[in-house]
């Protein structure tokens, strides 16, 4: 069953946490469409301004990842005094190349597969980590069977003239049918889970912590034995409920970005640089501080625009209301 990605990003947080176990938790989850952006990530660099799934941001580090029913998540939980980045990303690439392909664990923690040629290589999975006081969060993709043609058009943002943000690495990703025709998700999972926590998927529905919603989870506990309640003595649903409103607001969310400028042209070739902090229009400069006329320009809008609620229409909104001599600004 599909997941509220809200629901999983605050269910990690609870788990990171809270969790006091003396081993790992291995967790599985399908998201519906989607789109997760990094801890550190400028909303506005990532997203295309076409996107029409909901965009989250999640605890984590890493790119933007898209998520749908044919994307299968996976999630270490471990104590910080286990982790190994190295270790926990050669099982997961061990576990997938046991469903009949060839994997290779990339610089920035991918995991990639290769092609036919025995050359080419795609990705099929990128990889976060989250450090909490107790434990770390170490997550990723798998792409199964993804809608590729969604994923590509929900990515790519505007560009930038500054920015302090973790941007997203391009790859040539590809979903695991294209190897293996056969393969399903909750094949992938059932095999990986096996592979990886030696027992079948264990699922557990979160209507067992609290009764304020109906949603379920596909998880694997390593040698925590089968007792939901063994896992439910460390969950608060109040705490969860606080994590819910913290990831799912629009300060989060987009508010949250780093930083960054863009460079706008005029008509006539002026140039000006926006500065964005915090969502909002912090500073309008000229680009060239010789140029009187972008000097004049830039301090027009910068009386009527500083403060602005940025987002992709502020350009557009800027161009409209701007001087009379301001035909339209132009992205440079």
């Known amino acids: 069953m599909a997941e509220s990605p809200l629901d999983i990003i605050s269910f990690e947080e609870c788990l990171v946490r809270y969790w006091r176990g003396n081993d790992a938790i291995l967790l599985f989850y399908v998201n519906p469409p989607s789109l997760i952006i990094g801890r ?31 994307n299968l998540n996976w999630s270490f939980i471990v104590p910080r ?27 920035r ?13 795609a990705k099929i999975s ?11 969060l170490h997550h990723g993709t798998l792409l199964v069977s993804s809608d590729l043609k969604n994923l590509h058009a929900c990515l790519g943002g505007i560009k930038v003239l500054e920015d302090n943000s ?18 399903t998700v909750y094949d992938a999972m059932s095999r990986l889970s096996l592979e990886l926590a030696g027992m079948n998927p264990y699922e557990i529905k979160l209507t067992e912590f609290w009764n304020s919603h109906v949603s379920c989870l596909d998880i694997a506990l390593r040698n925590l034995g089968e007792s939901e309640s063994d896992l439910a003595s460390f969950i608060n649903p109040e705490d969860f409920e606080v994590f819910k409103a913290q990831f799912g607001s629009t300060e989060w969310i987009k508010y949250r970005s780093p930083a960054f400028s863009i460079l706008l042209s005029s008509n006539n070739n002026k140039r000006i640089v926006l500065r964005i902090e915090e969502g909002r229009v912090s500073d309008i400069l000229p680009f060239e501080p010789n140029d009187l006329q972008a000097v004049d320009l830039a301090a027009h809008l910068k009386m009527r625009f500083t403060g602005l609620q940025f987002d992709f229409d502020t350009v557009e909104m800027i161009s409209r209301i701007g001087p009379p001599n301001l035909l339209t600004l132009r992205k440079y």
């Open 166 to 183: 973790i941007a997203s690495v391009r790859a040539t990703p590809v979903n695991l049918i294209h190897l293996i025709p056969s393969l």
């Open 81 to 107: 005094g286990l982790h190994s980045k190295e270790e926990e990303l050669c099982l997961i690439a061990k576990a997938i190349s046991k469903l009949g392909v060839h994997t290779h664990i990339g610089a």
């Open 40 to 70: 550190n990530q400028n909303y506005w660099r990532e997203v295309a301004p076409s996107c029409m799934v909901p965009v989250f941001r999640r605890a984590s580090g890493g790119g933007a990842v898209y998520h749908d029913l044919g």
């Open 109 to 121: 923690g991918e995991v990639f597969v290769s092609m036919g040629d025995g050359e080419t290589k």
């Open 126 to 136: 990128g990889t976060a980590r989250y450090f909490g006081t107790h434990n770390v």
